[in-house]
């Protein structure tokens, strides 16, 4: 479970070859013990919850790196080395 990225205090993540229980392309949100799994496509949480202004910030990251996301999605569910993603600032 690799970390991607950090930022004010929130840990996300991206499990290898996760795609049979939410079938679709996601990441995994950890703050202060919440864990949250958010829909990369659009931001939704499929699972869990985060404080809200920490499901903002991640909800925004989501939208900046999309694109970024999704390659390492792919990488991930070939089982394959994800990159690093800037946090927020």
Known sequence: MPTISMFFGIIIRMFYRDNKQHNLPHI???YQGDIAVFAIQDGSILDGSLPNSKR???EAWIEIHRD?????????VEGATVFKI????
């Open 56 to 58: 903002k910030l991640v």
């Open 28 to 30: 995994h949100a950890e």
């Open 86 to 89: 800037k946090g927020l600032e």
């Open 68 to 76: 970024e996301l999704l390659a390492d999605w792919q990488l991930a």
